[in-house]
């Protein structure tokens, strides 16, 4: 293994609270990268130099060595920066997935999310540009929240809104000046859902794929009758088992070439040796920490 990110879904898996559970005793990590040291007589898809990333959740990348089968791993190419090869298999894969795959969204359509400067959010703004897409962009206030939407608009962000700005009556006005949403992500739950479906479209639909508020999502019945809005949810482990490994890997090297003309970049990062792993996981569970922990093992 080369480097692996703490991820919020590694913390629930080792929580128990988790769609996917490994049989005990297990390695913690569901995404990482890694080098091919040597390969068995009969392997043909990877050699020995190759990057590798996991095929799927659960395999346990927080280690420094391991044997696979060719099978549980995917080649992804080495010139690639190594934070983006280490952070490829879940957040971008999720933000593309969502993107594409609920709302037939043209250039020029605008999209809602909250925890933007989340993996997942960072992601979404990037490809969203890249699609010519306009996002609206929520996050919680904070004392630097101006250097959060400079870091933000940096990536392609088109507008930064704090949940307070949000609930404001102006935000009536807001989207005289753009197409109002028709797809909304949501991976808070609780009040923050609620006002990301106020500012839907009608028709639109709002995907769940996170809830950090640990808080139910709540629609209103007038919501759900007179604006027909749609509440659906992504987990990429589902998507997986519904694809077949070449679709998974197809979906990899669209964002291997995103990353290739500099169209998507790895979240800010930062990089801790695996030995001081104690010292990562704390950081990765503080409130308003931007920054994702990547264990390195090299």
Sequence with gaps: MLAAPINPSDINMIQGNYGLLPKLPAVGGNEGVGQVVAVGSSVTGVKPGDWV?????????????????????????????????????????????????????????????????????QAVIQIAAALGLRTVNVVRDRPDIQKLTDRLKSLGAEHVLTEEELRKHEMKNFFKDMPQPRLALNCVGGKSSTELLRHLAPGGTMVTYGGMAKQPVIASVSQLIFKDLKLRGFWLSQWKKDHSPAQFKELILTLCSLIGRGQLTAPACSEVPLQDYQRALEASMQPFVSSKQILTMC
């Design 53 to 121: 990333i996991p095929a799927n959740a659960g395999l346990g990348t927080w280690r420094t060595e391991a044997v696979f089968s060719e099978e549980a791993l995917i080649g992804v190419p080495s010139d690639i920066p190594l934070q983006s090869a280490a952070t490829l298999s879940v957040n971008p894969c999720t933000a593309y997935r969502m993107l594409m795959d609920f709302e037939q969204l043209q250039p020029g359509d605008s999209v809602i999310q909250n925890a933007s400067n989340s993996g997942v959010g």
